[in-house]
């Protein structure tokens, strides 16, 4: 079984504040995401990792950054929190294949609220 | 724009009935497509996919359709179970993507 583990499900921060959120996955997938979901607009791609060291912007990555050092883990920063990033985060990994059409699986997700 | 939409933001349905939820698409490029159930306060989890190959899949309760000349797919869930109450999220992606691109979902009720 695939296991997409985040490390907090609760977080509650101040504007200002920077924020760690990390991203675990068992499986030795190659690629790794971040998505953030809000009420009415799905999930939305902030940024994603298709190797070490290596990321690509999504549909949201203002406010946003992104760090791979390791395989297996995906972390991303807010590096000054602001109101308007209180939402459902939720990493995701899949395997990597060159032709794509892969699924992706997800971690349980960190609720996010900042005060 | 929305390249993946679910026009219908919550579904009502009984207990044993059939569940049908819609997704349409505008990208014609878009050749792999994926359902994913989501409950309140825990990650999405995979349901089933269908390749543009194909216009049926099924896995137990679950059927997925695909007509691409109408660029709209259906997850068919039969019978339904107060345990399908959920949000369930369908995402399309094709040989030249990495990322999936979701639809806003679709809330489905089930009441015994």
């Known amino acids: 079984d695939v296991k997409v583990t985040q490390s907090s499900r609760y977080l509650v921060k101040r504007t200002g504040e920077k924020v760690f959120l990390e991203c675990v996955q068992d499986?030795?997938?190659?690629?790794m995401f971040w998505y953030r979901q809000d009420p009415g607009l799905g999930l939305r791609l902030i940024y994603f990792s298709y190797d070490v060291k290596m990321k690509e912007k999504g549909d949201i990555p203002e406010g946003y950054s992104v760090s791979r050092e390791k395989k297996e883990r995906f972390s991303l920063i807010l590096e000054s929190a602001s109101t308007n990033q209180t939402s459902m985060y939720l990493c995701a990994s899949a395997i990597g294949l060159a032709g794509g059409r892969e699924t992706q699986y997800f971690g349980p997700g960190t609720r996010l609220l900042v005060l | 724009d929305q390249q993946v939409k679910q026009n219908s933001p919550s579904l009502s349905v009984q207990e044993g009935r059939i569940s049908i939820l819609n997704c349409d698409y505008t990208n014609s490029m878009f050749d792999y497509f994926l359902w994913y159930k989501k409950y309140p306060a825990e990650g999405p989890t995979f349901l089933i996919s269908?390749?543009?190959?194909?216009d049926k899949n099924e896995d137990g309760r679950f059927t997925v359709f695909l007509n691409k000349s109408a660029k709209h797919l259906s997850l068919h869930i039969v019978p339904s179970q107060p345990g399908d109450s959920a949000v369930y999220f369908c995402?399309?992606?094709?040989?030249?993507?990495?990322?999936?691109?979701f639809g806003k979902g679709t809330t489905l009720s089930v009441s015994s």
């Open positions: 995402a399309a992606t094709n040989q030249a993507g990495t990322a999936l691109i």
């Open positions: 269908i390749s543009s190959i194909k």
């Open positions: 499986m030795d997938h190659e690629n």
